[in-house]
């Protein structure tokens, strides 16, 4: 794969659907939100310091609803 080609499927999957965001900490929600603009509804958010998995439920230009999925400890 080209440097361009590459950098267009950067830009295609840097929504959280083909690779989860990875985030230390468990993500806010709201505006402003943890990537608040670049996460769409489907996203998903790993917790890297506690192991939790997350989905966007409501995503906007500037606002993200996080839901924890599963029942992890």
Do not use: C, E, H
Request: cysteine-free; overall charge positive; proline content about 3%.
């Amino acid at each position: 794969m080209g440097f361009q080609q590459l950098a267009t499927y950067r830009g295609k999957f840097a929504n959280g659907l083909a690779d989860p965001f990875l985030f230390a900490g468990a993500p806010t929600s709201g505006a402003g939100g943890t990537y608040a603009s670049r996460a769409v509804v489907g996203s998903k958010l790993r917790d890297t310091t506690n192991g939790q998995d997350y989905i966007a439920t409501a995503a906007t230009g500037t606002s993200v609803t996080w839901t924890k999925v599963g029942t992890q400890t």
